[in-house]
């Protein structure tokens, strides 16, 4: 007898027919809740504000730009005036052979604002830039002999005229900084833009499991309905255990699918969370709203807009501009330098009731290297290719932009004909189904032409929604690809 069961186990098949007689014979399954009931509701609008306050990705933009800004202050301060002030003291003294008068002394000490034989008090401002400075000096003396004492002022001043810039380098440098900085204010405002689209991508996406979700379990009603549909027919015997079955297993595949949705939109909130810089814990629902609408409807209109507005192509102008600059700075190097000095000092001899003045001006000028090993020149080479590198970058991103626009402004068109043809699949899916049912209550179809045109019907919701989907981030993508 032993012998007999196991041959029978082995027959192919045999293990599925006492599963399925098993399932056939267990209590119909209950439709699962809905999970979102009671959760509040979240808009996009505040997904957009709690994205641009609170998300990690804006934060980190504007981090970027705060350090940017410090860097400029300190740019425009190393070549704007800075004020110093010094103080000092000083002994004088000399070999009593070769001792001089102490009023000689001090007036030979005043015209030049030196020290004096004796005690010296000094204390002096100057007042500097880049391409000038301004300073001045006074020495107070106290000799031995306490009637010999001298005070002298001293006045001296500098200016570059000519470096081999207009407006100096250190305008230029001034200008590089200021240009970093724009350059810096653009990539915040594209970090910004980009955490806003990214962020309603995951939007979007949650919200198409919120849908996907009410579809599955609308499914599980329908698929309950017909299991009890079923039951009636086979009590009415006009249904076989088979089709009561089959409607099991339906239901089954249902549920599931109904869990695999809620995971799916749990991983995908969290998501959003992370975006939005929320705890993952954190439970809501998300309104529906409206559709984005695509900023452009043809190519040749969105790829104007692109040139117009993608950071990318701002921010290459920007740097074209700055190696201008900064080829101009590097010729610089081999011009010379003209600067004109003067000074003006003024003493008093308070021993003879004298004063002395004088001054002084002139000009230097610092000529370039006579040989540097080359590197003025390659410098100016490296300025030059480094315009040419940023010029050939500026092309290449314009022919980039022009095909990534074209290629959006078809999968817009796309997903709306797509969406469209959905919408007719539903129809046509729904109207099969419903025709299905009422003949197989007459009597004129099979339990499995209700399976398949019920497949057909969960086929086609789905099918709508993802369309929806598809046409939302067809559209994000193309705004974004715009710059807008």
Known sequence: MKTLIDRVARVPGFCFLLGTLSLLHAQVPESNQDPLAGLPVVTLDECVKAALESGPDAALAKLNLDAASAILTQSRAKQGLTLGESAGYSHSGTSSSNAV??????AAAAAGNGAVLGENLKGAFLLS????NLGLSTVQSFPRNATDRVTSFGLTGSQT????LPGGVAGANLQLAEAAYRVAAINEEAALKTAVFQMEQAYYTALGDQKTLAVRLATQAMAQANLL???????????????ILQMKVTLRQAQLDWNKAVAQLTSDRKSLSVALGWSLDKAYQLSEGSFPTPLASDTASGVKLAM?????LRTLAENWRSAQTSLLVQKAGSSPVVTVTGSLGVGQDWSTSTGTENFAVGADIALPPVYDGGLNSAQVRGANGQIEVIELQQAQTRQTIAVAVEKDVFAVQDAKDRLDLAQTSLEAAQGQYDLQKSKLVLGLAL????????????????????AKSVLVLAILQLNNDLGL
């Not at 008068?101 to 001090?106: K, L, N, R, V």
């Not at 117009?308 to 990318?312: G, K, N, T």
């Open 101 to 106: 008068s102490q009023s000689s002394a001090s």
């Open 447 to 466: 339990t499995t032409d209700v399976l398949t045109a019920f497949t057909n019907l969960v086929s086609a919701r789905l099918g709508l929604e993802q």
């Open 308 to 312: 117009e507005h993608r950071p990318e």
């Open 129 to 132: 830039g880049p391409d000038s």
């Open 229 to 243: 549909q079923e039951q009636s027919l086979f009590q009415a015997g006009r249904a076989t255990e088979l089709d």
């Open 161 to 164: 005229v000519w470096d081999g």
